[in-house]
């Protein structure tokens, strides 16, 4: 996730012509927000870009956001509040809900998930297909106050 903190505009009109989307300024703003963010919800990307002081309006942000996921860009992921939060990394890895801070951050073990992964498909039900494995963890810092 650092690397992509230090995107430079041209490197995310790249990205956003690989995924087939038009490098559009709304879609480099909400992209680079993205990059910041990690993971966030359109609610939050707006709010970093400014809230209602923000070049863009709310609905241009979900729009965008939408469209990235769609085209593969982003993932649309599950949280423990009962909200979704779209991720910038779209590939599969685990995440680590902090529930004392309400932080979200990614964490990466291939081997695991692929055994994870292995385990599910054994135990499937017939006809069935899995498409990928999602596990957050929920922790927090038991020196933390609550």
């Not at 590939?91 to 680590?96: A, K, R």
């Not at 899995?130 to 810092?141: A, P, S």
């Amino acid at each position: 996730m650092e690397e992509l903190q230090n995107l430079t505009g041209e490197d995310i009109r790249e990205r956003l012509n690989r995924h087939g989307l038009k490098a559009t300024p709304q879609r480099v703003l909400v992209y680079e927000a993205m990059c910041r963010l990690g993971h966030a919800s359109a609610d939050s990307v707006y709010r970093h870009l400014g809230g209602p002081g923000s070049p863009l309006t709310i609905a241009t942000v979900y729009n965008v956001l939408e469209s990235m996921t769609e085209a593969g860009l982003l993932a649309l992921r599950p949280s423990f509040r009962g909200k979704m939060f779209f991720d910038v990394n779209a590939d599969s890895h685990f995440h680590i809900y902090r529930k004392d801070t309400g932080t979200v951050s990614d964490l990466r073990d291939e081997k695991l998930l692929e055994a994870v992964g292995e385990g599910i498909r054994a135990i499937l039900p017939d006809g069935l297909v899995l498409d990928r494995v999602e596990i957050q963890l929920v922790c927090h810092d038991p020196n933390h106050e609550r």
